[in-house]
Every structure is written in structure tokens, then in C-alpha cells.
């Protein structure tokens, strides 16, 4: 959906109260993508969930689970999760959108292998980018500097 469609239908569905932002009244900054619905809002999440709930646990007799939404810090911590997961986020240099870098990086490496026809190079690439998920932050800014990568996801 583009940026201009989207903020409509984020200004429709706020206005008439179908969903806010969350903690709206502590955040100047925005929400980071957190949301309470409204009565309309959460009387259709309630609709989707009972479609759900009727077409995989009821008509396929599964069995349905119910798990916490956090995870204590220290479990993160002792699952490695805290030291070893990051994600490098960039922001979108048209639009001021947030992206996952290595996400970014492989559909542009995607897109020069889909325009290369030589074999050698296209099968180089194929190993750069099959390689890309392991790139620490100073690698990915090495290979966003060489190759002169301006991160504009809209772009691409």
C-alpha cells in the first residue's frame, strides 16, 4: 500500500475510533506500531479470531494454545537472544520509513542478480547474498560505502 493511501486509511480508522495509538498520551514520538482498538476495531479482531478459531481448532480438531506476549528479560538473556540477535534497522532515505538493512541488501542484491547475464558474476553474488544474514553492522556499512548503496527501499 503506498505511504499516501496508507495515511488515509490510518486517519479514517483513527478518527472514527476503529484503533488509536497505543499509549498515545505518553508518546510524542509515535507508537512504534502499537495499537488499542475501539469498540469497531476490536469487535471485528474478535470476528476474525472466531473465524479462526472455527476453521482450524473446531473443523480440524486442533487444539488451541494460549502463551505470553513477553518474555522475561533474563530468559533473553540466557537464550542468547540479548547478545546475539540485533537487528541493523535503516531508514528509508525518500519516504523516512524503517527496514531491516539485511533485508534491504539482499533484494538489491537480488535485483543485480536478476539483471546480470554473465554466469560467473551471477553465481558470486548468489554467494554474497546467501552470506548476507551473518554481516555485522560494520560489514553491511563496508558493502553500503563501496558500492555507493543509497537506502531507499521505495526504490528498489
Known amino acids: 500500500m503506498e505511504t499516501k493511501q496508507k495515511k488515509a486509511l490510518e ?3 483513527t478518527r ?3 484503533l488509536a495509538p497505543a499509549f498515545e498520551i505518553f508518546y510524542t514520538r509515535g507508537n512504534d506500531g502499537l495499537y488499542d482498538f475501539g469498540q469497531c476495531g476490536t469487535q471485528i479482531r474478535q470476528n476474525v479470531i472466531s473465524q479462526w478459531r472455527s476453521h482450524f481448532v473446531d473443523n480440524e480438531d486442533l487444539q488451541e494454545i494460549s502463551c505470553p506476549c513477553l518474555i522475561p528479560q533474563h530468559l ?3 537464550s542468547g537472544h540479548v547478545s546475539t540477535y540485533t537487528d541493523l534497522m535503516i531508514t528509508d532515505t525518500v519516504t523516512g520509513e524503517h527496514f531491516n538493512a539485511h533485508q534491504i541488501l539482499k533484494k538489491r542484491l537480488q535485483k543485480q542478480i536478476d539483471e546480470t547475464t554473465q554466469p560467473m ?3 558470486a ?3 554474497f547474498l546467501n552470506s548476507v544474514d551473518g554481516f555485522s553492522p560494520a560489514d553491511v556499512d563496508k ?3 563501496a558500492h555507493k548503496i543509497l537506502w531507499s527501499p521505495s526504490q528498489l
Open 11 to 13: 486517519n479514517v480508522l
Open 121 to 123: 558474476i551471477k553465481q
Open 76 to 78: 533473553q538473556k540466557y
Open 16 to 18: 472514527r475510533f476503529f
Open 143 to 145: 558493502i553500503v560505502t
Open 125 to 127: 553474488l548468489q554467494n
